[in-house]
């Protein structure tokens, strides 16, 4: 009878095949719903249950302003690494890893197209490569933006998502704040107007430069947009800040911005502010 006494050993479970497509659905940071997918591209990347603005990339950022077809200039400029820096991974390797990673060859895309019918020249800085960080050729491709804003007589749409200046190139990073805004000043004595449109994140070095200069400065719902973090400023001022410091509507309330404005609203608001500026 030891086949009676012996111990039956249950068969493991069948494991199930999953019949959801890995992509198909997204959940929201902020209310926390699982999304399909399409139903939240298909509104601007914005969540339909609470109006959570997700981040979206420079390209579709281009694709989301202009009216159809936009011809991209300078897109050949690259980092020549010049301070041979390296932390935990080369730079160099840093940026390869970001080209492959957004098809861009830097955070910034700069080019021309049509905002409700008027030729407008629009730069929008990609934060998925290193983080939109502002380094030597972001700085250059926006002067340069300005610069051909001047030359052709059309307005500027600078939309901003980073983290700040760029480390890895120290003090060639800092040096583009000024560059930029001396640029800015040349395009204000030409009477031309540049709106400047800022996204979560904006900080650092961009927000303490260009961001900031804008004839109009316009921000999307809950952007976090500041020179440094929150954990930082607490521990230098000793206290404690305020709920929704640093967030899009608490810089409306205390006379940072002119508008935030749903992304959804946001062409319309655009096209009608060029309009009126020009």
Known sequence: ????????????????????????????????????????????????????????????????????????????????DPLRFSDTKAYAARLRDG?????????????????????????????????????????EKVARSVEKAVADRMPLIVVSCSGGARMMEGTLSLMQMAKISAALARLHAACLPFISLLTDPTTGGVTASFAMLGDLNVAEPGALIGFAGPRVIEQTIRQKLPAGFQRAEFLLEHGMLDMVVDRRELKTTLVRSLRLLL
């Open 1 to 80: 009878m030891a086949w009676f006494r012996r111990e039956q050993t249950p068969l493991p479970p069948r494991e199930q095949e999953s019949r959801v497509p890995e992509g198909l659905y997204i959940k929201c940071s902020a209310c926390k719903e699982i999304i399909y997918r399409k139903e939240v591209v298909q509104n601007l990347s914005v969540c339909p249950k609470c109006a959570f603005h997700f981040r979206i990339s420079a390209r579709e950022r281009l694709e989301l302003l202009c009216d159809g077809a936009w011809a991209e200039f300078d897109q050949g400029l690259v980092s020549t």
């Open 99 to 139: 080209k492959h990673k957004t098809d861009c060859h830097d955070a910034v895309i700069t080019a021309v197209g049509a905002v409700g019918g008027i030729t407008t020249v629009v730069a929008a800085m990609e934060y998925g490569f290193i983080g939109g960080s502002m380094g030597v050729v972001v700085g």
